[in-house]
């Protein structure tokens, strides 16, 4: 009942910039966690960054400074702002939200040029 949509995914430059946007629409009360997630082909998934309903936010190690995630509550969507990226960047990002249940989304590809 609850599906979530990603958008914002593309071809850039190293050193270049993304936001990543993920809309959760149906049947919602409240998210209590919103997270972004990444698979490079032939890797594991692998979690990239998440926040709470409250503001507080975790990131991987390996996106610390660069990448920034937020959320409008009132609208249900995430988003990932990704600075300062990298080819080991590339990757398909997937938004995950926690409700009583957990969903995902398709994904969107983000690729990094050398």
């Known amino acids: 009942q609850v599906q979530l949509v990603e958008s914002g995914g593309g071809l850039v430059q190293a050193g270049g910039s993304l936001r990543l946007s993920c809309a959760a629409s149906?049947?919602?009360?409240?998210?209590?966690?919103m997270g972004w997630y990444r698979q490079a082909p032939g890797k594991q998934r692998e979690l990239v960054a998440f926040?709470?309903?409250?503001?507080?936010?975790n990131y991987a190690d390996s996106v610390k400074g660069r990448f920034t995630i937020s959320r409008d509550n009132a609208k249900n969507t995430a988003f990932l702002q990704m600075n300062s990226l990298k080819p080991d960047d590339t990757a398909v990002y997937y938004c995950k939200a926690q409700l009583r249940y957990t969903y995902w989304g398709q994904g969107t590809q983000v690729t990094v040029s050398s």
């Open positions: 149906g049947s919602i009360f409240s998210i209590n966690t």
């Open positions: 926040i709470h309903s409250g503001g507080s936010t």
